[in-house]
């Protein structure tokens, strides 16, 4: 409860939604040029080709808020490809939420693939198959983390909810701020059935676009303390400081692991033969 104390006696009351400018938000890390902001700062895109990927990150670090992208991934044959879109802190007990969307050869569908890290320890893979195609248009994919709740949604429907069970001995991320990243890369050594699969180099480049970035959150500022949007700042009676899983959400997060999650870490005995990490057994 330390940081999540500090949080509270730190935070300004004070809008910081940022909404939508790639220039303003972001800056593009590595790829040397091919990543591309056009159209006035409201798109950014990625691309891969043979030699390189690309990538960007965000300007600001944030602890706690609603993280929203919509992201068109890309097309056709995009096996061995991998796009990465996740919140993540530094070192080497670094903090991490991730989104990753593993390639696909033509007409099969996308892997979704989930993750939480604390303190550096992941190990808690989640993974779907879309119920849409995500190359024919552009998809809103969201965090909200908040002191009680990680919550994973796609086009605002919740697939995945990671709850804080720190009295439980189960570790939560809430201390460490964390910047917003997303890369495409080559990864077909694993990330198409297994590696079984390799990129198809004559059809690069390949190319994933990003558009209507909205952040609501806590800024974390040099200083230590955290910049608030009012609508869900400490003490506010709704807004995602204070957002769960709706019983609405419940049922649309149970239709989603019924019918198109295809891996779970809560399930997988082989990997943990001294027991299943604890969280799996808390309802």
Same mark, same amino acid.
């Given at each position: 409860?330390?940081?999540?104390?500090?949080?509270?006696?730190?935070?300004?009351?004070?809008?910081?939604?940022?909404?939508?400018?790639?220039?303003?938000?972001?800056?593009? *890390?590595?790829?040397?040029?091919?990543?591309?902001?056009?159209?006035?700062?409201?798109?950014? *895109?990625?691309?891969?080709?043979?030699?390189?990927?690309?990538?960007?990150?965000?300007?600001?670090?944030?602890?706690?808020?609603?993280?929203?992208?919509?992201?068109?991934?890309?097309?056709?044959?995009?096996?061995? *490809?991998?796009?990465?879109?996740?919140?993540?802190?530094?070192?080497?007990?670094?903090?991490?939420?991730?989104?990753?969307?593993?390639?696909?050869?033509?007409?099969?569908?996308?892997?979704?693939?989930?993750?939480?890290?604390?303190?550096?320890?992941?190990?808690?893979?989640?993974?779907?198959?879309?119920?849409?195609?995500?190359?024919?248009?552009?998809?809103?994919?969201?965090?909200?983390?908040?002191?009680?709740?990680?919550?994973?949604?796609?086009?605002?429907?919740?697939?995945?909810? /990671?709850?804080?069970?720190?009295?439980?001995?189960?570790?939560?991320?809430?201390?460490?701020?964390?910047?917003?990243?997303?890369?495409?890369?080559?990864?077909?050594?694993?990330?198409?059935?297994?590696?079984?699969?390799?990129?198809?180099?004559?059809?690069?480049?390949?190319?994933?676009?990003?558009?209507? /970035?909205?952040?609501?959150?806590?800024?974390?500022?040099?200083?230590?303390?955290?910049?608030?949007?009012?609508?869900?700042?400490?003490?506010?009676?709704?807004?995602?400081?204070?957002?769960?899983?709706?019983?609405?959400?419940?049922?649309?997060?149970?239709?989603?692991?019924?019918?198109?999650?295809?891996?779970?870490?809560?399930?997988?005995?082989?990997?943990?033969?001294?027991?299943?990490?604890?969280?799996?057994?808390?309802?």
């Amino acid at each position: 409860m330390k940081g999540f104390l500090f949080l509270l006696l730190t935070c300004s009351l004070v809008v910081v939604a940022s909404a939508g400018n790639f220039y303003q938000d972001f800056d593009i *890390t590595w790829g040397d040029g091919r990543a591309k902001i056009p159209d006035n700062g409201h798109l950014l *895109t990625l691309s891969l080709d043979k030699a390189s990927g690309s990538g960007f990150q965000s300007k600001s670090e944030y602890l706690f808020g609603k993280i929203d992208m919509q992201i068109k991934l890309v097309p056709g044959n995009s096996a061995g *490809t991998v796009t990465a879109y996740y919140l993540s802190s530094q070192g080497p007990t670094h903090d991490e939420i991730d989104f990753e969307f593993l390639g696909n050869l033509s007409g099969d569908p996308y892997t979704l693939h989930t993750n939480v890290f604390t303190q550096g320890k992941g190990n808690r893979e989640m993974q779907f198959k879309l119920w849409f195609d995500p190359t024919e248009d552009f998809h809103t994919y969201s965090i909200l983390w908040n002191p009680g709740h990680v919550i994973f949604m796609v086009d605002g429907t919740p697939i995945r909810d /990671f709850r804080n069970l720190e009295s439980k001995g189960v570790a939560f991320p809430k201390d460490q701020p964390m910047r917003i990243y997303s890369s495409l890369w080559d990864a077909d050594d694993w990330a198409t059935r297994g590696g079984l699969v390799k990129t198809d180099w004559s059809k690069a480049p390949f190319v994933a676009s990003y558009r209507n /970035f909205k952040a609501d959150a806590c800024v974390a500022s040099s200083s230590g303390a955290s910049k608030c949007a009012s609508n869900g700042a400490p003490g506010s009676n709704n807004g995602w400081w204070n957002q769960e899983v709706d019983s609405t959400g419940q049922e649309r997060m149970k239709w989603v692991q019924k019918n198109y999650m295809i891996y779970n870490y809560c399930n997988d005995f082989k990997r943990f033969p001294q027991g299943l990490p604890p969280e799996c057994s808390i309802a």
